[in-house]
C-alpha cells in the first residue's frame, strides 16, 4: 500500500511562515493530484491548495498569496510554504494523494495530520 509521512507543523507567531511535506512511499505507479486539507475544532474539512497532473493550482480564497503548493514528482513529494500565517489559519493539515495504479485503477490516500497552531 501507499503510505504518507507528513513533516513541518509547529507552533509560530502571527505573521510567522512554516513549510509543510508529504512524501508519498510504497507501492506507487503514478502519482495523478496531490491537495492540502485542514480542519480546526468545530469545522468540516476543507481544501486549501491542490495540484493536478497538468500543474495547474487550486486555493481557497482565504490563502491565496500566502500559501504555495509545488510538487516534486521524482521524489513524490508535496509541499506547502505558509507565509504570513494568521491565527485563523491554526488546524490539523492533512495531506491527500490521488494515485493510479498499472490497471489505471486511482485510489485516495490521507496522511496522518500535522497540527499547525498560530498564536502570539
Known amino acids: 500500500q501507499v503510505q504518507l509521512v507528513e513533516s513541518g507543523g509547529g507552533l509560530v507567531q502571527p505573521g510567522g511562515s512554516l513549510r509543510l511535506s508529504c512524501a508519498a512511499s510504497?507501492?506507487?505507479?503514478?502519482?495523478?493530484?496531490m491537495g492540502w486539507y485542514r480542519q480546526a475544532p468545530g469545522k468540516q474539512r476543507e481544501l486549501v491548495a491542490s495540484?493536478?497532473?497538468?500543474?495547474?493550482?487550486n486555493y481557497a480564497h482565504s490563502v491565496l498569496g500566502r500559501f504555495t503548493i509545488s510538487r516534486d514528482n521524482a521524489k513524490n513529494t508535496a509541499y506547502l510554504q505558509m507565509n504570513g500565517l494568521k491565527p485563523e489559519d491554526t488546524a490539523v493539515y492533512y495531506c491527500?494523494?490521488?494515485?493510479?495504479?498499472?490497471?489505471?485503477?486511482?485510489?485516495?490516500?490521507w496522511g496522518q495530520g500535522t497540527q499547525v497552531t498560530v498564536s502570539s
Open positions: 491527500n494523494v490521488l494515485t493510479l495504479n498499472t490497471f489505471g485503477k486511482r485510489y485516495d490516500y
Open positions: 510504497g507501492s506507487i505507479f503514478i502519482i495523478d493530484a
Open positions: 495540484t493536478a497532473h497538468s500543474g495547474s493550482t
